[in-house]
C-alpha cells in the first residue's frame, strides 16, 4: 500500500505514544504546534508517492513484496536507486526547506539488510519479515543509532547507563534499559530500529543490539528537543510557514522485544558492518538533502536582494553564485558516491565510502559559508525585525510597514533568520555538523580509506625512483594506477 498524507496523519492517531513536550504529556501530537509541522514534513514524503509528477522518483519496484513501495522503505537493489535517493532528497529539500525524517530510516534499513545477511541464518529472515510489513504499510522508521554515550573515553562496560543495553533475556525476548538521543522524526514515527552507534568490541555484546519495536511500546517514553524559537511555530514568524524538523529524546524503561523483532544480538563483527554501512550511506544522503535546504536560503537571499534594488550589483550576483555554487559541490559529491556504486553480496549497491565521507565533511563546512553570504545580503532587520503580528496591528502597522517593506521582504528576512539561527538552523546547520557523524569522525574514516600506497607509488614511478619492496614488477604498478578509475578506493592501507 502506498499511503496518502491523510492516511498516514491518521495512522499517527491511532498510536498511544508516550510524549512530552515542555514537561506536559501530549494527548494528541498531530495537532500540536510543535510537533505539526514536522508531521507536514513526513507527510511530504506520502504525498510525493501520489504525484504523477514525481511518483516514478518517489516510489519504487519491491523485490520482498512485488509491489511498488514508497521509497523511503526500499533497498538500494540497482546502482539506479542511490542516485534516485538523492534526487528525491533534493527535491523533498527545496519542498520543505528543512528535514523531512525519513532518511535515517531508509539507510538503516540498508545497512541492516546487509548486517543480518552476513550474520545469517535466523537474523536475516526475520529482519526481511519485518522489512515486508513495513513495505506493505509504508510506514515512517526511526532509526536510533545514537546514544548519550557519557564520558566519550570510556567504553559502554565502563559506563553502561549511558547506552541502550540489552539487560535480560528472556524466552519471549530481550529487555531493553537505556536512551538514543537525537532522534529525527521518532514522534512522527511508526516504529523505532535501534541500532548501536558504534563497534562494539568482545565483552560488550550486550551493547550489540539491533531490534524495532513499535513507538508506543510499553516502556518507551519520548520527549522533545527544544529548538531556538520554537514557540513561534504555526505563527505569523514561524519562518517557514509549512514545514518544521524534529528532534526526540526515547527512554527506553525495560523495553521487551520480542525475538522475532530481533535482529542482531551480539554478533559484533556484524555490528561493525552494519555500522560502516549506515555511515556511508547516511553521508552520502546529505548531499541529497542539504543542497536542497540551500536552495531555500538561497532563493530567499535572491528574493531579498530584488527588494532591496541590489539584485545586479556585482558583488551579490557573484555571492549569489558562490552560494549555489556550494550547494551544487555537495550535491555532486553525494551523486559521485552513489555513481561509484559496488554490489554487496547480499544484493544490496553501496556507495564509495571514500566520497560519501567527502561529501558529509563538506556539509560540515559549506552550508555555514552559504548562511554567512544569506546574512550578508539579508541586512541587519533579519535578527532585529519586529513581530510580523506587529505588521498587522491597526494603530502601529501602518508606520512599521514603511519600516520593514513588503510583506515579500518581511516574510523572506524570517525565513532566512529560520534557517541561519532560528528552529530551522537545527535541521540546516547544526544536523550538518554532527548528523551522520561530526568531522572527525569523517577524517578517520578517510585516513583509513585513501590508497596511500597508491599515491606514492605513482610519485615513485614518475620520479624514476625504484618500486619499494614486494611492488617490482612494472606492470603491476601501472595496474596499481589504473586500477583506479571507476572503482572505489579499497582501504589497502591502513
Ligand atoms: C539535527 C540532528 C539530527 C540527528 N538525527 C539522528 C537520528 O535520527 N538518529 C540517530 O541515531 N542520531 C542522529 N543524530 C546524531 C548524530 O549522529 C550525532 O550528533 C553525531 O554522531 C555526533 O555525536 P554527538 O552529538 O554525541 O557529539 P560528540 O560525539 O560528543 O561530538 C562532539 C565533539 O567531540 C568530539 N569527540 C567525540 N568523541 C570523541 C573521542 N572519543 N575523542 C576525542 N574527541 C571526541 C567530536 O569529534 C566532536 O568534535 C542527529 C544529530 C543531529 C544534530
Known amino acids: 500500500m502506498l499511503r496518502t498524507p491523510d492516511q498516514y496523519v491518521r495512522s499517527l492517531q491511532a498510536r498511544s505514544l508516550v510524549l512530552y513536550v515542555d514537561g506536559e504529556r501530549v494527548a494528541d501530537p498531530t495537532v500540536h504546534p510543535r510537533v505539526r509541522p514536522a508531521i507536514n514534513a513526513v507527510a511530504a514524503t506520502y504525498a510525493l508517492a501520489h504525484d504523477p509528477r514525481t511518483r516514478e522518483l518517489a516510489t519504487a519496484q519491491s523485490e520482498l513484496t512485488g509491489a511498488r513501495v514508497n521509497r523511503f522503505t526500499h533497498l538500494f537493489a540497482q546502482p539506479e536507486d542511490l542516485r534516485r535517493k538523492l534526487e528525491l532528497q533534493r527535491v523533498l529539500g527545496r519542498l520543505t526547506g528543512t528535514c523531512f525524517q525519513r532518511c535515517v530510516g531508509m539507510d538503516g534499513i540498508n545497512s541492516l539488510f546487509i548486517a543480518t545477511f552476513e550474520a545469517g541464518g535466523e537474523h536475516h529472515e526475520r529482519f526481511v519479515r519485518w522489512l515486508r510489513q513495513v513495505q506493505r504499510d509504508d510506514e515512517v522508521i526511526d532509526g536510533a543509532m545514537t546514544d548519550p554515550k557519557g564520558n566519550r573515553n570510556q ?8 547506552y541502550l543495553r540489552v539487560v535480560e533475556r528472556r524466552p519471549d525476548g530481550l529487555v531493553l534499559r537505556g536512551a538514543k538521543i537525537h532522534q529525527t522524526g521518532a514522534a512522527n514515527s511508526h516504529q523505532i530500529l535501534v541500532m548501536p552507534g558504534m563497534a562494539m568490541r568482545p565483552g560488550e555484546e550486550d551493547f550489540a543490539v539491533a531490534a524495532a519495536m513499535p513507538v508506543d511500546a510499553p516502556g518507551v517514553t519520548m520527549v522533545l528537543g527544544r529548538q531556538p524559537s520554537d514557540e513561534r511555530k504555526g505563527g505569523p514568524d514561524a519562518g517557514n510557514a509549512l514545514y518544521g524538523g524534529q528532534e526526540v529524546v526515547i527512554l527506553f524503561d525495560d523495553v521487551l522485544v520480542p525475538w522475532e523483532r530481533v535482529f542482531l544480538d551480539g554478533q559484533l563483527p556484524a555490528c561493525t558492518t552494519l555500522v560502516e554501512a549506515f555511515a556511508g550511506f547516511h553521508r552520502a544522503s546529505y548531499g541529497g538533502c542539504k543542497p536542497g535546504n540551500l536552495d531555500v536560503l538561497i532563493g530567499a537571499a535572491a528574493l531579498l536582494a530584488d527588494e532591496h534594488g541590489v539584485r545586479r550589483a556585482s558583488h551579490v550576483r557573484d555571492k549569489l553564485v558562490e552560494m549555489a555554487h556550494l550547494g551544487e559541490t ?31 565533511h563538506h556539509v560540515t563546512r ?9 546574512e550578508d545580503i539579508a541586512g541587519g532587520l533579519m535578527a532585529t525585525m519586529p513581530s510580523l503580528a506587529d505588521l498587522e496591528h491597526p494603530e502601529i502597522g501602518p508606520a512599521l510597514r514603511t519600516v520593514v517593506g513588503s510583506d515579500e521582504r518581511a516574510r523572506a528576512l524570517r525565513l532566512v533568520e529560520y534557517m541561519s539561527y532560528g528552529a530551522g538552523s537545527v535541521p540546516l546547520r547544526i544536523e550538518c555538523m554532527h548528523g551522520a557523524g561530526s568531522p572527525q569522525a569523517q577524517r578517520i574514516v578517510l585516513e583509513r580509506r585513501i590508497d596511500w600506497a597508491r599515491r606514492v607509488d605513482a610519485a615513485r ?34
Open 366 to 374: 559549506l552550508p555555514y559559508e552559504v548562511v554567512r553570504l544569506a
Open 155 to 162: 567504553r559502554p562496560p565502563q559506563q553502561p547507563e549511558h
Open 330 to 360: 555537495i550535491h555532486g559529491l553525494g551523486l559521485g558516491a552513489s555513481s561509484k556504486a559496488t554490489r554487496h553480496e547480499s544484493g544490496v549497491h553501496q556507495v564509495d565510502p571514500l566520497l560519501a565521507n567527502v561529501c558529509k
Open 461 to 494: 614511478r614518475l620520479a624514476g625512483l625504484p618500486a619499494r619492496e614486494g611492488d617490482d614488477a612494472d606492470d603491476r604498478r601501472l595496474d596499481h594506477q589504473i586500477a583506479a578509475a571507476g572503482q572505489p578506493e579499497a582501504a589497502a592501507t591502513k
